[in-house]
């Protein structure tokens, strides 16, 4: 079943008319050049920015699955909203961090609350330095603690806005996995899904289960991945002949 | 983290002994020495007219409480609006509420107005212009983004500024601009209860309207976006800290005058007991600024007698190189 539909969502400016479907278990990734509309749609998706159209979201309980209709707390508790550049104005702890992730539980100190917050420092790997201070931290480890504070609301939904941006490769691979196996999480029988914004095509090749193209606001590919990056409009897009070669699997992208 | 639960729970308990210290020793402090604390006290408390009783009845305890709700407030806003603003420079002051009640005081002086209010005319006209001064600031930010809240704030602060200093300027007798002036040097001298009683409850109000937003304060920690994608709705909230700081900074610049630095440096100090938790700052804050505005009054007090020393300025004294060590820290961090 679809985790969410989206009908004919506009952002004024930013998104016109899209479109799409996220399957339960599916990690989608958006793809595009800068402005084409990615943030736009993650944050419209996430209740951050006004937008028209329907958003079915079929996680939600019945009466609310209209996005629009969805209260914020609710809303808050079932899609994790993970944006493009974290930063935090205090010098917090990584476990003080992650625990902010259950704000919307308003369950930080209870024991539910407790073992939420442990099983997302487990998942990405950052409960061994729980109690050193985020700003002492690597770009690579800092990276880990934001995607563990949205794992520790533990959503059905995850929109992450690049969330692999300046990683080097290994770090890469810890967010890429960590984010399919939320999406996995559906085979135990809790429907849940990923959409991503990414920049690295490879990377989408690699772990995406669909892909979605975009350009200014408006989707121009949608499907698996060799059919997206198949299509012969892509290098028109990002402005530059590309190879893309599909005899490799997954598809290799590269400037000509 | 069982560590830092052991000691956050640890630290109310101490903070609140240490301001009972705070209290006995300015209560015990005062122009008589020889005057029994608690048998005054008990005195004052049973409605007998001993000189105990009225020392520490209608001199000592209104100015020790005064102090201490004063103190309190601008702890309380501090912290509220350095977690708002995300800006660890940010003072009270900056919602334009302390110079609009400073000019609403200083249009009694000046006017003569409301006198059937007597000595509480001056109190009453500053809440009156720090709501003024509330409402400009919030008109002009609009929104609720940290940047233009502080530049609103410091266009309707330089306004009323300049308000005051006209006000000044055309003072109709020395005598009126000499109460004014040090009336605006902020003390808690010869206030009596009345003022107390215009004090408390806008403490009580404010401290509840700011006590109420405590998880959008730790989430703004990771900026606006990530607070409204947790279901917050920060331009609501932020309004209800705004209001409730300019609440219990204007009201206590109305009673006191201006006690410099209190707001700015109490947080800072709270700070490393609650791990930097925005959310958790607010009480600490609010009982070290009481402590502080308490201990430096009783400080002014053991000064040799003749002209007293205003509170205002020995904080104001005290904070000045606590702000010129934190600015040195910044930078060594940037270096």
Known sequence: MALIEVERLSVTGRVAD????????????????????????????????????????????RGMRNLAELPPETRARLIGYLPQSCASAWSLTVANIVALGRLPWRDGESEQGQAAIRRAMETMDVLHFAGRKI????????????????????????????????????????????????????RAGVDCGVILALHDLNLAARHCDRLCLMQNGVIRAFGPPEAVLANPALPGIFGLPLRVDLRHDPPVVLPA | MAGTHVTSRAILPGLV??????????????????????????????????????????IRLPRVLLALAVGASLGLAGAALQGLLRNPLADPGLTGASQGAALGAASVFYFDLFPQLGVLAPAL??????????????????????DVVILAGLAVSTVAGA??????????NPFAMQELVFWLLGS????????????????????????????????????????????????????????????????????????????????????????????????????????????????????????????????????????????????????
């Open chain 1, 135 to 186: 700003d002492r931290l690597s770009g690579g480890e800092q990276a880990r603690v934001w995607l563990a504070r949205v794992f520790a609301g533990a959503p059905r939904l995850i929109l992450a806005d690049e969330p692999v941006a300046s990683l080097d490769l290994r770090f890469q691979q810890g967010i890429m996995v960590a984010l399919r196996r939320h999406a996995d999480e559906t």
């Open chain 2, 163 to 172: 308000a005051l200093a006209t006000v000044l300027n055309f003072s109709p």
């Open chain 2, 125 to 146: 006209a500053g809440l009156v212009g720090a709501g003024v001064t509330l409402c400009a600031m919030l008109a002009l930010a609009g929104s609720s983004r940290a």
């Open chain 1, 18 to 61: 899209v479109s799409l479907a996220l399957e339960a278990g599916e990690v989608l990734g958006v793809i595009g050049p800068n402005g084409s509309g990615k943030s736009s749609l993650l944050k419209s998706l996430a209740g951050l920015l006004p937008c028209r159209g329907q958003v079915r979201f079929n996680a939600a309980p």
């Open chain 2, 17 to 58: 002994l240490v301001l009972l210290a705070v209290t006995a020793c300015a209560l015990a402090v005062g122009a008589s020495p020889a005057t029994p604390v608690a048998e005054g006290l008990r005195d004052w408390l049973a409605g007998r007219t001993t000189a105990a009783a009225l020392v520490m009845g209608e």
């Open chain 2, 188 to 335: 808690v001298a010869d206030r009596g209860m009345p003022y107390l009683a215009l004090l408390f409850p806008a403490l009580c109000l404010g401290g509840v309207i700011l006590w109420r937003q405590r998880r959008l304060l730790a989430a703004l920690g990771l900026g606006e976006a990530v607070a409204e994608s947790m279901g917050l709705d920060c331009r609501r909230g932020s309004r209800w800290i705004i209001l409730g700081a300019a609440l219990l900074v204007g009201a206590s610049v109305s009673v006191a005058g201006n006690i410099g630095f209190v707001g700015l440096m109490v947080p800072h100090l709270a700070r490393p007991l609650v791990s930097n938790r925005p959310e958790r700052l607010l009480l600490p804050s609010a009982l070290i600024g009481a402590t502080l505005v308490a201990a430096a009054d009783t400080g002014v007090r053991l000064l040799p007698p003749g002209r007293e020393l205003k509170v205002g300025i020995l904080t104001s004294l005290v904070g000045a190189p606590f702000f010129i060590w934190f600015v040195w820290k910044e930078r060594g961090q940037w270096r």
